[in-house]
């Protein structure tokens, strides 16, 4: 892996972050100043001076263009107050920087304001005035989810802008965070194929992100941004109507509502997301604004910002996925406090790799899966930008773990076994399967044409 095996830049801040249901998750920013917020996370800024090169960045729209030009329902502060039953504390779901998350409901045809269970479900964030975050992140949510629509972001319903008051009404995501499910004290733990459907849901889409004719750089991906759903069960009757034969045997209803129900993993909160750099432009300079432990040591060394820090940031979730821990713990001890730091030494080397592996797993995975996630990791977190490959690159190689030789089917790992004799293979698990589409290893070999970022001095 060469350069990619270099130590990356710590920054040695605890982040204990959650959404919805227990807590909502607030955009960060790296800075030297405290602040005041009273949340689960502890924030920082690291400012640099005269980063900001306007030359770089696109014509910002006004605020009126913003809210005239989205297909947006313009909800009143009145509605909001009917949905969530006059904000009561028992509609709450959580609470972040941006302010408080509550539930709601609304009809789902009109998008009216409808009795407290009845109707459309839906999540209201309302913006406190004192929050550190403010008006501009409100509207950068409204300007981008107004626009993006995928099956793996977020749906944004509406927004209100009455007076003072900002919110935003999003679709009701039943499970809550990917943060809350990996780390909250007796959640039940993900399953090895559960993880990897997260992960692909996450990664495509960051990809769509990266991708579009006028690319967007998330800059704030991290577990308690990822949101999963499930499907509603109201659309059973139409299963039956269109497929007779469920009525008649009634256990494959069954087995297509559980399939339906897995975990569909989507990607919120956009405050924090910038427009790519466009021509021959390789980043877009700005105020280093995210999270400790996901940020990229080169946007937060030099404020260059491209679409590899989110791809740094991917590899650190991934990390999370394999072993079960925070990008950054202070309980640990030492060098297990940064995650990356921690786990980097493991991940090329599979005679050591389950000694990271998230022990609620019970040893239950696949030994190539989890070598080949592994190697995606590694190489999304290479200290050098360029070493690192594209989005839509770790989203193939994803998605190849999906088939038999990687699944379910694969031998799993025997825990019991694994701390006595650890079987070498002579093949990187990258090149177990030969695949017609160009792998991460070309990518990792060779630095994209035209997109440069700066290295880690």
């Known amino acids: 892996m060469g350069n990619c095996m270099d130590t990356t830049a710590r920054v040695d801040h605890s982040m204990n972050n959650a959404a919805y249901p227990s807590k909502v998750t607030s955009k960060t920013s790296l800075s030297s100043v405290p602040s005041t917020i009273k949340s689960n996370s502890t924030r920082s800024t690291l400012t640099l001076s005269s980063m900001r090169d306007r030359s770089e ?15 947006l329902k313009a909800f009143t502060f009145n ?5 969530t039953k006059n904000f009561r504390p028992d509609s709450l779901l959580g609470e972040g920087g941006f302010g408080h998350v509550y539930k709601g409901w609304i009809d789902e045809h009109t998008l009216a304001p409808s009795k407290p269970g009845s109707g459309l479900v839906v999540a209201v964030k309302k913006l406190k005035p004192e929050g550190f975050q403010g008006h501009k992140e409100w509207l950068t949510e409204v300007d981008y989810l107004g626009q993006l629509h995928h099956k793996n972001l977020v749906k944004l319903i509406g927004y209100c802008s009455d007076g003072d008051n900002r919110l935003l009404v999003y679709e009701f995501m039943p ?11 007796g959640a039940d733990p993900l399953s090895w194929a559960i993880r990897l459907k997260v992960a692909i849901g996450a990664a495509r889409g960051l990809s769509f992100l990266h991708d579009a004719e006028n690319q967007v750089i998330y800059r704030d991906f991290k577990a308690s941004n990822i949101l999963l759903d499930s499907v509603c069960l109201n659309i059973i009757p139409t299963l039956i109507m269109k497929h007779v034969y469920l009525v008649e045997y ?9 399939s339906m129900q897995e975990f569909n993993s989507k990607l ?3 405050g924090l997301a910038k427009a790519g750099p466009t021509g021959d432009k390789t980043h877009v300079s700005t105020q280093v604004m995210g999270t400790h432990g996901y940020a990229a040591p080169e946007y937060i060394a030099t404020g260059r910002l491209s679409a590899k820090a989110d791809v740094y940031s991917f590899g650190v979730v991934l990390l999370e996925l394999l072993t079960g821990r925070r990008a950054l713990d202070k309980s640990k001890p030492g060098i297990e406090q940064n995650l990356v730091d921690w786990a980097r030494p493991h991940l090329g080397d599979k ?7 998230d022990t609620k797993l019970g040893g239950q995975y696949p ?20 070493m690192r490959p594209r989005m839509s690159q770790v989203l193939e190689e994803l998605e190849q773990l999906q088939d038999a030789k990687y ?13 006595h004799a650890i079987p070498r293979s002579p093949r990187s698990p990258m090149r177990v399967q030969p695949s017609p589409r160009r792998s991460l290893g070309a990518a990792a070999a060779s630095p994209l044409p035209g997109y440069r970022t700066a290295q880690v001095h």
Request: aromatic content about 8%.
């Open 79 to 83: 509605d909001l107050k009917t949905a």
């Open 268 to 270: 919120s909160d956009f």
């Open 175 to 185: 499970k809550g965070s990917l943060e809350n499910h990996l780390f909250r004290r």
């Open 367 to 386: 030994k190539k899966g989890a070598n080949a996630i592994a190697s995606i990791a590694l190489q999304c977190i290479c200290g050098d930008a360029k």
């Open 351 to 357: 005679r050591r790799l389950y000694r990271i592996m």
């Open 407 to 419: 699944g379910s089917a694969s031998p799993l790992v025997d825990i019991r076994k694994a701390s």
């Open 250 to 258: 009634p256990f494959i209803l069954f087995f297509v509502v559980v």
């Open 57 to 71: 960045l696109p014509t910002p729209r006004t605020e009126g263009e913003i809210l005239s030009s989205s297909n």
